[in-house]
């Protein structure tokens, strides 16, 4: 079964991602997996030419750290394959203006800014492109991602009924919980790599201190009630999830566990120190040993490369290009 996902690198990696998909990729990558640094993706908004060098690279060695490994997985950068930018093009005239206009990720970024770049229009274009280049059968990613991938199996499958049947229609896999991590300091918002508050994120590669700091801090509320609920007690609701996420257990039952809230703080501190502690050593590592880390990525686009140009041969072919 083939799996494909990608992460930009626009930030340093957050719990959010870690739960959401990082930690699924870990356990459950296989020679048929590939992982993909959407360095393209990153362009879309305001990034320094040398801050996103060297984040590319950063972000390879903490999937590395946190448990992708290169000897049975695929990773690669995806503008060393040139194929998602031209399979892009052409799903750019698959796809319509008014079903982009109706991201809701797109919507709430344009709003942010003036004079927004057409790349923020047609990122969940490339998105498809990236997907489909693979034949995926399974998407690994967050709760955030879900429209995104709803687009791209509509692009699969108008493509197919247009042009002959080309491309696997991919599906979605989310995590059991902590799918959709919230900023700790404000927990009706997404934790997110670009808007966050410092207390509000946790970094994969935070000193225990700042784990310790941020968990302690963590917006609740009053009444006390240890009780699994979204819709009246988010931010408990998003600290029983993130413990979930990391114990493998479901957020009720870790609600029925404790009772009170300083005790769950003080054990989820623990439990994400315990699992992110060996990742940054792991990372320091990997970070010091430059030319290895370009030696991997340059293997995974290699494999990428073979296995993409397949398939977009197939739908160029398709659409009349000779
Ligand atoms: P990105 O880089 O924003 O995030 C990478 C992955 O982390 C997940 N994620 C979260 N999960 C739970 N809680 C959160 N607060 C949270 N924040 C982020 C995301 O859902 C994602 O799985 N467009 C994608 C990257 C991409 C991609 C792809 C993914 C490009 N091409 C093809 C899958 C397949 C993005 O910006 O993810």
Redesign the pocket.
């Known amino acids: 079964m083939r799996v494909?996902?990608?992460?930009?690198p626009?930030g340093d990696l957050h719990i959010?991602?870690y739960?959401?998909?990082v930690k699924q990729w870990a356990a459950t990558q296989s020679t048929d997996s590939l992982y993909?640094v959407?360095d393209l993706?990153a362009l879309t908004l305001q990034i320094d030419p040398a801050t996103l060098r060297t984040q590319t690279d950063d972000l390879l060695a903490a999937l590395i750290a946190a448990g992708l490994d290169p000897s049975r997985c695929t990773l690669f950068v995806q503008s060393h394959v040139s194929y998602h930018a031209q399979l892009s093009w052409l799903l750019e005239c698959v796809a319509t203006y008014g079903e982009l206009t109706r991201m809701t990720q797109f919507k709430e970024k344009a709003e942010r800014q003036e004079g927004y770049r057409v790349g923020l229009l047609t990122y969940p274009v490339?998105?498809a492109a990236?997907?489909l280049l693979y034949q995926t059968d399974q998407?690994p990613?967050?709760?955030?991602?879900r429209q995104?991938l709803e687009l791209a199996r509509d692009l699969a499958e108008r493509f197919n009924n247009r042009y002959g049947a080309i491309f696997t229609v991919p599906v979605g896999v989310q995590p059991p919980a902590?799918?959709?991590?919230?900023d700790l300091q404000e927990p009706t918002r997404?934790?997110?790599?670009s808007v966050s508050s410092p207390l509000g994120t946790i970094y994969v590669l935070d000193p225990p201190e700042a784990i310790e700091r941020k968990v302690k801090k963590a917006v609740t509320d009053t009444d006390g009630e240890m009780r699994f609920d979204w819709d009246h007690k988010p931010g408990l609701a998003n600290l029983l999830e993130i413990y979930a996420g990391f114990s493998g257990e479901r957020p009720d039952a870790v609600a029925a566990r404790f009772s009170r809230y300083g005790d769950l703080k003080r054990e989820l501190a623990e439990l994400i120190i315990t699992e992110l502690a060996p990742i940054a050593e792991r990372y320091r590592e990997l970070r010091a040993s430059g030319p290895e880390l370009r030696g991997i990525a340059n293997d995974g686009a290699e494999k990428a490369r073979h296995l993409a140009g397949a398939t977009y041969q197939r739908a160029a072919a398709a659409m009349g290009l000779s």
């Open positions: 494909f996902s990608g992460i930009q626009s959010g991602n739960l959401g998909a993909c959407v993706h490339l998105m990236d997907i998407v990613v967050g709760d955030d991602q995104h902590a799918a959709r991590v919230m997404k934790m997110s790599k």
